[in-house]
């Protein structure tokens, strides 16, 4: 079972898939790829102040739509990434929490730096922790609070967050040399919960694709690890049999 579990594949909702056509190449570059569900991910966030969870069931209806016209096989699922700083308080809004196929896990994208003005971001995970919710922390290999204390990841996963990896990152792909070090790091010290593209368009090199990177790790970690990462472990905690 491959999940790519943060993918931007709705149109018309972010800074991703701007019409339907761009999520059908998306789609189809997928299916090649092996990939059998995806978690359309779309940011909610304040430069998105539209996006809630009526926007998104009307662009996930969409996109469904064009798997069935096309006859894909593929499944795509609800999900999130969800921006939380203490700046934005509207964040905590119910109608703004959009959870992880039928968990309560959230995608959860942190304050990239902190200022004097940002609360540290363990608070923002224990709030969401407290409020029963499971905060799959989106990317922390490109954030420069990690970056500044790579123990950060080993006190959240403490707290109960899983860490979410960017496949461009694992193949030294992404544009910060610090992320693509950073995950190199967390893959060796078994940091690593999920696997994911953050795919936002149909050419390179965030495309929603997750072969390359499962023969990484299959080469590095044996096949066991590249199955759990790229798929098992997120069709079991988002509760994907459910859906």
């Known amino acids: 079972m491959r999940v790519d579990c943060h993918c931007h594949i709705l149109y018309g909702v972010d800074d991703a898939s701007k019409?339907?056509?761009?999520?059908?190449?998306?789609?189809?570059?997928?299916?090649?790829?092996?990939?059998?569900?995806?978690?359309?991910?779309?940011?909610?966030?304040?430069?998105?102040?539209?996006?809630?969870?009526?926007?998104f069931d009307c662009a996930l209806a969409q996109v469904q739509?064009?798997?069935?016209?096309?006859?894909?096989?593929?499944?795509?699922?609800?999900?999130?990434?969800?921006?939380?700083?203490h700046q934005c308080p509207d964040m905590m809004n119910e109608n703004r929490l959009i959870t992880m196929g039928s968990s309560r896990c959230l995608l959860t994208e942190l304050p990239w730096i902190e200022d004097e003005q940002d609360q540290d971001a363990d608070v923002i995970l224990t709030e969401l922790l407290n409020r029963g919710y499971i905060p799959v922390i989106a990317h922390p290999e490109r954030y420069?609070?990690?970056?500044?204390?790579?123990?950060?990841?080993?006190?959240?996963?403490?707290m109960g967050c899983y860490l979410q990896t960017n496949?461009?990152?694992?193949?030294?792909?992404?544009?910060?040399?610090?992320?693509?070090?950073?995950?190199?790091?967390?893959?060796?010290?078994?940091l690593i919960d999920l696997i994911a593209s953050d795919a936002h368009r149909s050419f390179p090199p965030r495309i929603p694709v997750l072969s390359d990177v499962h023969a990484l790790i299959e080469q590095k970690q044996g096949k066991a690890a590249a199955d759990r990462?790229?798929?098992?472990?997120?069709?079991?905690?988002?509760q994907l049999d459910q859906e």
């Not at 990462?229 to 988002?238: D, I, K, R, S, V």
């Open 19 to 55: 019409q339907w056509q761009d999520s059908l190449a998306m789609l189809q570059i997928a299916v090649q790829d092996g990939i059998d569900v995806i978690l359309a991910t779309s940011h909610v966030h304040p430069k998105f102040p539209e996006n809630n969870k009526q926007r």
């Open 65 to 85: 739509q064009l798997v069935k016209e096309y006859q894909l096989p593929i499944r795509i699922v609800k999900g999130g990434e969800i921006f939380f700083s």
């Open 144 to 158: 420069a609070i990690v970056h500044e204390n790579y123990d950060r990841l080993r006190k959240w996963k403490a």
């Open 167 to 190: 496949r461009t990152s694992l193949l030294g792909l992404d544009r910060m040399a610090m992320a693509n070090q950073t995950a190199e790091k967390m893959l060796e010290d078994g």
């Open 229 to 238: 990462l790229c798929g098992e472990t997120a069709y079991q905690l988002f």
